[in-house]
């Protein structure tokens, strides 16, 4: 009878300077970057509605609390799908 000699595929990975690193991780790496660049860079006040009052904030606090509930609302999704 034949045997499967199919070898199972971890990961995809890199290696630099000796050392594995997952793609994943390098993209995940790269993407964190390009945000906090992206948030440093944008300094100006910009004036928000918030359904009646109207406040003015550096647009970095903004991107950054934006940014915050964006992790915790897929970190509650991705809880909640995990439990399923």
């Not at 050392?19 to 991780?25: A, H, K, Q, T």
């Not at 790496?29 to 992206?38: E, K, N």
């Amino acid at each position: 009878m034949a045997q499967k000699t199919a070898k199972e595929h971890g990961p995809s990975t890199v290696t630099v300077k000796g050392r594995d690193y997952r793609l994943r991780s390098i993209g995940f790496f790269v993407l964190a970057a390009l945000t906090i660049w992206f948030i440093a860079a944008n300094t100006n006040s910009v004036t928000i509605r918030l359904w009646i009052p109207e406040v003015t904030l550096p647009l970095w606090i903004v991107l950054t609390v934006t940014l915050l509930v964006g992790i915790l609302l897929g970190l509650l999704i991705a809880y909640r799908r995990a439990r399923r």
